[in-house]
């Protein structure tokens, strides 16, 4: 798994009592670190076969999963994940935050972002989940 940058997104490292980069992009493997604060290129050592998963979190206001803070998630690294292996998960507070409950990608290539479009199940608390579009 790679979790994404936020202190949403790093509850998952906590909760594991991990340590973690706030700010950066950690990578877990059976419940332990095994990068911390990892660059596009180290992410995409670790997503090229096709089994990473993604822990990300939207920008609060603003809805962005990807494109806005966390480069290290770039066109390639989210072409080998795909949409089906992206968790999104954030307090309810942040969803209602985000202008028209619409999230977006910005990944730099277009073909990247339409691939990712579409609904995401966003998890807001112990099995409470929102549907939401991501333009």
């Given amino acids: 798994y790679a979790i994404g940058s936020g202190s949403s997104a790093k509850c ?6 991990l340590p973690y980069e706030l700010l950066g992009v950690d990578v877990i493997r059976d419940g332990k670190l095994i990068a911390r604060d ?4 180290q992410l995409w050592q670790y997503a090229k076969d096709g089994t ?5 979190s939207p920008i609060g206001g603003q ?4 494109g806005r803070g966390n480069h290290q998630f770039s066109a ?3 072409r080998a994940v795909g949409k089906e292996r992206i968790m999104v998960i954030s307090p309810e507070s942040k969803i209602l935050s985000i ?3 619409t999230l977006h990608i910005d990944c730099g290539d277009p073909e990247v ?5 579409g609904f995401y199940s966003v998890l807001c608390g112990y099995g409470y989940f929102l549907s939401l579009p991501c333009r």
Avoid: A, D, P, W
Avoid at 38 to 41: I, L, S
Avoid at 63 to 66: A, D, R, T
């Fill in 12 to 17: 998952i490292s906590q909760r594991l009592g």
């Fill in 38 to 41: 990892v660059t596009e290129e």
């Fill in 52 to 56: 990473m998963r993604i822990i990300v």
């Fill in 63 to 66: 809805g962005f999963l990807f």
């Fill in 76 to 78: 390639r690294v989210l």
């Fill in 99 to 101: 202008q028209n409950h």
């Fill in 113 to 117: 972002n339409k691939s990712l479009q």
